[in-house]
């Protein structure tokens, strides 16, 4: 994989490495083990020009390419994966709906602060009664002079306490269905809107998940992204480009357990011998291993698609559920190859096998994934 990034990957990925070992890695298992949310993580994102790594130079961002955010993003989830989901649900989805539909006034308002970390930005499709059927929305939007005035729920919100700045999609003319819902930027403060945080998560415990209730919430009409009515279209677009990101992550949380796994096979020993001299383990390793680049390399083709302006629903898709599965059977294999120790809260294993799970859930699932890249196909091939 080294000979295939170019030399300022390589020196992104050698920067964010040393930093992620250094800041991220000692703080992992005390943020899991307390859930608070972590400012100090963010605050060194922000300082290592991180929060804003994809948000173009003219808005105080470092102007990176989906490939070089891919190679961040896996450093970041390799050392802490809760601190990888706030971080890219920032830049992959927040920032990602603003400067590619928000206009000249919006991009200038928002994205400088975006870029510093000093805005956290979120994104609210999913609702209590429709997650995988996003399309099924009860929230409503309904225009009032030069306001919206926004009625609904939202849940599950990766960043919703934090958030200066929440996309959230409602209809606007819901008997059009799809082709009714309006993209909204709600700001944090607006009145009306009430956010809950949700606690008790499996995994990626210290990121923070609320849902927001909308009651005559009040936001300016010039907020909405894009035209009334294209909302569900950007929320697709930018999830498409999105799950680019969470198969990084989901590679970062993998590389993590193969990495414990090869260190503890080589300083355990069985019937006389290091774990790492039996056949099966190195078999164990080797798939492992192998699984992995092969996800790292669907990432990487569906990165530089996306770089090249060309269409990546199928192809961000294959990458999103191999690199989810590929990271469940390496954190799977490496808690077995760690055997009792393995199940313990202090085995970092043992937080990768939890960390890892919603990466299969989130952003689609591993179902909606085939059925995108099944239609894709049919579509590709039809008679
Ligand atoms: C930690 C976390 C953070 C999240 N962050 C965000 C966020 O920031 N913003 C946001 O909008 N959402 C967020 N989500 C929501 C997430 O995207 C949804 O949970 C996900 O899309 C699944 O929706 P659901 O939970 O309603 O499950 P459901 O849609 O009810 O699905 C339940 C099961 O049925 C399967 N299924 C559904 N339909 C089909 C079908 N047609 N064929 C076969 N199987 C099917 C699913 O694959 C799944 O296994 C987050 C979720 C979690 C857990």
Same mark, same amino acid.
């Given at each position: 994989?080294?000979?295939l990034?170019?030399e300022?990957?390589?020196?992104?990925?050698a920067s964010?490495?040393?930093?992620?070992?250094r800041?991220?890695?000692p703080?992992?298992a005390g943020y899991?083990a307390?859930?608070?949310f972590?400012?100090?993580n963010?605050?060194?994102?922000?300082?290592?020009?991180l929060?804003?790594?994809?948000?173009g130079e003219?808005?105080?961002g470092?102007g990176?390419?989906?490939?070089?955010?891919?190679v961040?993003?896996?450093?970041?989830?390799?050392?802490?994966?809760?601190?990888?989901?706030i971080?890219?649900?920032h830049?992959?989805l927040?920032?990602?709906c603003v400067?590619?539909?928000?206009?000249?006034?919006?991009?200038?308002?928002?994205?400088?602060?975006?870029?510093?970390?000093?805005?956290?930005?979120?994104?609210a499709l999913?609702?209590p009664?429709? *997650?995988?059927?996003?399309?099924d929305?009860q929230t409503?939007?309904?225009?009032?002079?030069?306001? %919206?005035?926004l009625?609904?729920a939202?849940?599950?919100?990766?960043?919703?306490?934090?958030?200066?700045?929440?996309?959230?999609?409602?209809a606007?003319d819901p008997?059009?269905g799809?082709?009714?819902?309006?993209?909204?930027?709600?700001?944090k403060?607006?009145?009306?809107?009430?956010?809950?945080?949700?606690k008790?998560k499996?995994g990626?415990?210290a990121?923070s998940?609320?849902?927001?209730?909308?009651d005559?919430?009040?936001v300016?009409?010039?907020?909405?992204?894009?035209?009334?009515? #294209?909302?569900?279209r950007?929320a697709?677009s930018?999830i498409?480009?999105?799950?680019i990101?969470?198969?990084?992550?989901?590679?970062?949380? *993998?590389?993590?357990a193969?990495d414990?796994?090869?260190?503890?096979?080589?300083?355990?020993s069985?019937? *006389?011998?290091?774990?790492?001299?039996?056949q099966?383990v190195?078999?164990?390793?080797?798939?492992?291993?192998t699984r992995?680049?092969a996800?790292?390399?669907l990432?990487?083709?569906?990165?530089?698609?996306?770089?090249? *302006?060309?269409p990546?629903?199928k192809?961000?898709?294959?990458a999103?559920?191999y690199a989810?599965e590929a990271?469940?059977?390496?954190?799977?294999?490496?808690l077995q190859?760690h055997?009792?120790?393995?199940?313990f809260r202090?085995?970092?294993?043992e937080?990768l %096998?939890?960390?890892?799970?919603?990466t299969?859930?989130?952003?689609g699932?591993?179902e909606?994934?085939?059925?995108?890249i099944a239609?894709?196909?049919l579509?590709e091939? #039809?008679p």
């Open positions: 994989m080294d000979a990034l170019t300022e990957e390589r020196m992104l990925r964010v490495r040393e930093f992620a070992n800041e991220l890695a703080r992992a899991d307390s859930e608070a972590p400012w100090d963010v605050a060194a994102l922000s300082a290592l020009g929060m804003g790594l994809t948000i003219e808005y105080g470092a990176a390419s989906c490939a070089q955010l891919a961040a993003i896996e450093e970041v989830a390799r050392a802490c994966a809760a601190t990888s989901v971080h890219l649900t830049l992959s927040g920032a990602e400067a590619r539909y928000g206009d000249d006034v919006q991009r200038s308002r928002w994205l400088p602060p975006m870029a510093a970390g000093e805005t956290l930005g979120a994104f999913t609702e009664s429709s *997650g995988s059927d996003a399309g929305m409503r939007a309904v225009r009032d002079g030069d306001h %919206y005035v009625d609904g939202k849940t599950f919100i990766t960043n919703g306490p934090e958030a200066g700045l929440t996309v959230v999609f409602a606007t008997a059009a799809r082709r009714g819902v309006s993209a909204i930027v709600v700001e403060g607006a009145p009306g809107l009430a956010i809950t945080p949700q008790g499996m990626i415990r990121s998940t609320a849902e927001l209730a909308f005559a919430c009040r300016p009409a010039a907020n909405r992204l894009g035209e009334e009515g #294209a909302g569900f950007i697709l930018v498409d480009s999105s799950r990101s969470i198969a990084a992550q989901a590679v970062g949380i *993998g590389q993590a193969l414990a796994a090869t260190a503890h096979v080589q300083q355990r069985t019937f *006389g011998e290091p774990l790492a001299e039996r099966a190195q078999f164990m390793l080797a798939d492992m291993a992995l680049d996800a790292r390399l990432t990487r083709r569906a990165a530089q698609l996306k770089d090249a *302006g060309r990546i629903n192809e961000a898709a294959m999103k559920v989810s990271a469940h059977f390496a954190c799977d294999r490496a190859l055997g009792g120790y393995g199940y202090d085995s970092p294993v937080r %096998y939890r960390d890892q799970r919603v299969e859930i989130y952003e699932t591993s909606v994934q085939r059925i995108v239609r894709a196909l579509r091939n #039809a």
